[in-house]
């Protein structure tokens, strides 16, 4: 604690916690979760086919986590949409995303220096709902420690948890792609650190809670832009998953001896230095290609 004082860590942190969201870090998560929405196969042709049904889907991206959230604490999950200012800020950047002449603004948000900015401020507002969801849990549930953990998680990672969801009002069905058999980086980390909110909002964490949200903003914010700039969709926590799942359960996490055999012997090999985004962005402009 005499390091922290020093560095006076402990009132940049605590600035840092107070800091507002809206509107510079809430539009850039706005943009990267639409910027995800449109690598998604068939996106484009609905958005050109039923703009209303593109709006919903970009809506559930951007608030998919609080109405999921609010769905498991009994509110009513609309209750998010009586923010105007977010709604039509979110509608805004959907448009331009989808609709602005010459993709304009789709180049320069997916621009990397750009598009590396953006979801470091991303993971900022991801990281302050995590802390948030464990908080509003506690003041609901003041033992239900699981219901914290869940909530946090559902906050942090809701929109992924939605993705079947989303998917029905793209009109595709692929059950596979389920995030609790495919976890994502974000999601595990969504986990692990509602785990932590939850340790610390019970006093079993000896850290301020404002410096528990500046280390793991970080950790998140500089684990997204590595992989972001790297083009990779690996996950820092792979190595040790992998050590405890053989350990306790005999296998790695998500690795099994048939998920070497699913792969059909004719599909192309896929580089894994891409993104699941970039290679649906691949799958999209391809079939646009044979279509002309």
């Not at 991801?126 to 003041?139: N, S």
């Not at 059950?175 to 079993?204: C, D, R, V």
Request: with cysteine; net charge positive; proline share 5%.
């Amino acid at each position: 604690m005499e390091v922290l004082t020093v560095l006076n860590l402990g009132d940049f942190a605590q600035a840092f916690s107070k800091m507002g969201m809206f509107p510079v870090f809430d539009l850039a998560y706005y943009i990267v979760s639409i910027l995800y929405l449109k690598y998604e196969p068939g996106s484009v042709e609905v958005s050109r086919r039923s703009p209303v049904a593109s709006w919903l889907c970009a809506m559930l991206y951007c608030f998919g986590s609080y109405i999921l959230a609010d769905i498991m604490l009994g509110n009513s999950p609309v209750d998010y949409f009586q923010h105007n200012s977010h709604i039509l800020l979110a509608s805004a950047v959907w448009y331009l995303i989808f609709y602005c002449p010459l993709n304009l603004f789709y180049k320069c948000v997916a621009f990397l220096p750009v598009k590396l900015v953006l979801v470091a401020l991303k993971e900022v507002v991801r990281t302050r709902k995590i802390a948030a969801g464990v908080h509003h849990a506690h003041h609901a549930y003041h033992h239900g420690f699981f219901i914290m953990v869940i909530v946090g998680y559902v906050k942090g990672s809701g929109v992924a948890l939605m993705s079947n969801f989303e998917q029905l009002l793209r009109g595709v069905w692929r059950p596979e792609t389920n995030e609790i058999l495919n976890m994502s980086f974000p999601t595990k980390a969504s986990l692990y650190g509602a785990i932590l909110f939850t340790m610390q909002e019970a006093h079993w964490l000896p850290v301020s809670k404002s410096i528990l949200i500046l280390v793991f903003t970080l950790f998140m914010a500089t684990s997204k832009v590595v992989m972001t700039a790297r083009h990779s969709h690996g996950s820092p926590f792979a190595l040790i998953e992998s050590w405890i799942c053989h350990l306790l359960f005999g296998s790695a996490l998500g690795v099994s001896e048939e998920d070497h055999h699913h792969t059909p012997p004719t599909a192309a090999p896929i580089s894994p230095l891409k993104t699941k985004e970039e290679l649906s962005e691949g799958a999209r402009k391809r079939k646009v290609k044979k279509a002309e």
